[in-house]
């Protein structure tokens, strides 16, 4: 960029006179030099739109692999929403089996039910951390 910038601040050629030109005997080099600068800026933008071009390339490849891996995200995202479903759907199951058990036993029931596992629990406290 810099030395673009330099070539942009050399006087152009269109503002000498033309009679100057003519009879100019450094005209042929002046133009020579004129054709030689006018070709390095070209080629610096050349290189310069070749980079912007490559980092283009990286852009557009980074851009499909994010693509790739957010379709990947969405396919596991629906199957788990499957699996989610599914096992709403045996929890639901349980939960009205538990309740008709309930409605079934009797109080006499539950609280032999509740001393069977607290007895249990005890014999298991017993083994864990007696033994």
């Keep these: ?19 100057e030109r003519s009879t100019n005997p450094n005209s042929d080099d002046f133009v020579s030099a004129e054709s030689d600068r006018q070709l390095l800026l070209i080629k610096q933008q050349d290189d310069e739109l070749d980079e912007l071009s490559a980092s283009v390339k990286r852009i557009g490849g980074v851009g499909l692999t994010i693509h790739d891996e957010l ?16 096992t709403s759907t045996r929890l639901d199951f349980v939960q009205k089996r538990v309740a008709m058990v309930m409605k079934k036993a009797t109080l006499k029931g539950q609280i032999m039910m509740i ?8 014999i298991l406290f017993v083994l864990v951390f007696l033994t």
């Design 71 to 86: 379709l990947s995200q969405e396919k596991l995202i629906d199957e788990l929403g499957v699996e989610l479903d599914s």
């Design 1 to 19: 960029m810099e030395m673009r910038r330099e070539l942009m601040a050399l006087p152009n050629s269109h503002q000498t006179d033309k009679r």
């Design 115 to 122: 001393l069977f596992l607290i007895g249990i629990f005890i």
